[in-house]
């Protein structure tokens, strides 16, 4: 028997937020450790260029993201 959702239109705002954020984080941590897959030396080679890159990269996107849930107050323009 299949797990049943809730309805979406009986969900609140933060429970749909904490049902999406689960399963998106999830799917970031899967892709991680796909990603860690490909430093194993006997099937890839790579430079320490190459991870410095993929990781800055990944940093990168982790801050602006993270800029988004610390930056919650937009900033009106105002002459002073």
Same mark, same amino acid.
């Given at each position: *028997?299949? *797990?049943?959702?809730? @309805? &979406?239109?009986?969900? /609140?705002?933060?429970? /749909?937020?904490?049902?999406? !954020?689960?399963?998106? /984080? $999830? !799917?970031?941590?899967?892709?991680?450790?796909?990603?860690? $897959?490909? @430093? $194993? &030396?006997?099937?890839?080679?790579?430079?320490?260029?190459?991870?410095? !890159?993929?990781? @800055? !990269?990944?940093?990168?996107?982790?801050?602006?993201?993270?800029?988004?849930?610390?930056?919650?107050?937009?900033?009106?323009?105002?002459?002073?």
């Amino acid at each position: *028997m299949a *797990m049943s959702l809730p @309805s &979406p239109a009986k969900e /609140t705002k933060h429970e /749909t937020f904490r049902r999406l !954020a689960e399963r998106r /984080t $999830n !799917a970031v941590i899967e892709r991680l450790r796909v990603l860690g $897959n490909l @430093s $194993n &030396p006997h099937a890839y080679e790579y430079t320490d260029d190459d991870v410095r !890159a993929i990781f @800055s !990269a990944i940093e990168r996107e982790v801050r602006l993201t993270k800029l988004k849930f610390q930056d919650r107050q937009k900033k009106e323009f105002r002459l002073t």
